[in-house]
């Protein structure tokens, strides 16, 4: 069994920059791989970003060269660093990991991105 639990949401400004966390525990975390989603209001959810176990790191292109995706194996977590947000990246964003072939998400974060 895996938990996830986001946190670093909240509320910025156009252009401004956020930080999500993903914090795993219950399983072996340096062996899984750790991905983003968001869900917009009315909307399906949406890859962002994706981190192998090896540290191999893909992009939505919606995201690419504002997000960066990162893991600290020995803290058991996994980042995601949004610089110059835009009012479209307003979503709940969702941890995910995947093991074994079985998937876990987290509860989400809002990120609201609003003048």
């Known amino acids: 069994q895996v938990q996830l639990v986001e946190s670093g949401g909240g509320l910025v400004q156009p252009g401004g920059s956020l930080r999500l966390s993903c914090a795993a525990s219950g399983s072996i975390f340096r062996t899984m791989i750790m991905a983003w989603y968001r869900q917009a209001p009315e909307q399906q959810r949406e890859w962002v970003a994706t981190i192998t176990s090896g540290g191999d790191t893909i992009y939505g292109d919606s995201v690419k060269g504002r997000f960066t995706i990162s893991r600290d194996n020995d803290k058991m977590t996994v980042y995601l660093q949004m610089l110059s947000l835009k009012p479209e990246d307003t979503a709940v964003y969702y941890c995910?990991?995947?093991?074994?072939?079985?998937?876990?998400w987290g509860k989400g974060t809002l990120v609201t991105v609003s003048s």
């Open positions: 995910k990991a995947v093991r074994n072939g079985l998937a876990y």
